[in-house]
């Protein structure tokens, strides 16, 4: 069974704490990225990969980290310096990497989500 | 870069009526533009999408039409059902700067 899974569904973060969120996909996609939702509002994007060991910045990927050391793994840290990280966030993962066929960044895929608290 | 509005912000229809949510979008290298059901607790899940060559396109109760001169697209739900109920989002997307972006969402409600 394909797909996009994220781990854990709920995560709290304590004051000053690293939080790492998993993201899994057997899609064999060669782009993954990392979104954040907030109420009321569209997606935006923190960071994307298009191949293994190469990753971009989004829009708001001040306070996040993320690597990627395997095709199926995108993981994304939410650090200290992260001050506002109460969201919800998913992790998406398309066909096609940019500059491929002239297909640009069609994203078919997101996973469940995960939604992170600060205590 | 690309800006995406996306009207209404909440919707309300009685089940059987039909449902429109309309997006404009700013750039006109804009090809791409798929629209996303997110149901409670999940994530978005693609549901039409159409390309910059076309202007219609059908699948069941669920069509997307495109003016690319007036540069927006709309997507309309036929006959809908109370499972239609759900968080919309229309995106916009380029080849040329490899960026998508999102509109804000319609929680579009179906009342029995």
């Known amino acids: 069974d394909g797909g996009i899974t994220q781990s854990p569904k709920y995560l709290f973060r304590k004051e000053g704490q690293n939080v790492t969120l998993s993201c899994e996909q057997n899609l064999n996609h060669d782009a993954m990225y990392w979104y954040r939702q907030d109420p009321g509002q569209g997606l935006r994007l923190i960071y994307y990969s298009q191949i293994v060991n190469d990753f971009q910045k989004g829009d708001i990927a001040e306070g996040y980290s993320v690597s990627r050391e395997k095709k199926e793994s995108f993981p994304l840290t939410v650090t200290s310096a992260q001050k506002n990280p109460t969201a919800f966030y998913l992790c998406?993962?398309?066909?096609?990497?940019?500059?491929?066929?002239?297909?640009?960044?069609?994203?078919?895929?997101f996973g469940a989500g995960t939604r992170l608290s600060v205590l | 870069g690309e800006n995406v509005e996306q009207h209404p912000s909440t919707l309300s229809v009685q089940e059987g009526d039909s449902a429109v949510i309309k997006c404009t979008y700013s750039?006109?290298?804009?090809?791409?533009f798929p629209w996303y059901k997110q149901e409670l607790g999940k994530g978005p899940q693609l549901i039409i999408d159409?390309?910059?060559?076309?202007g219609e396109k059908k699948d069941q109760r669920i069509a997307v039409t495109l003016n690319k001169t007036a540069k927006h697209f709309s997507l309309h739900i036929t006959e809908t059902q109370p499972e239609d109920s759900a968080v919309y989002f229309c995106?916009?997307?380029?080849?040329?700067?490899?960026?998508?972006?999102f509109g804000a969402g319609t929680r579009l409600t179906v009342k029995p």
């Open positions: 159409i390309r910059s060559n076309v």
């Open positions: 998406a993962s398309s066909i096609e990497a940019w500059g491929l066929a002239g297909k640009g960044r069609d994203i078919q895929y």
């Open positions: 750039d006109s290298a804009s090809n791409y």
């Open positions: 995106a916009a997307s380029s080849f040329l700067n490899n960026d998508m972006r």
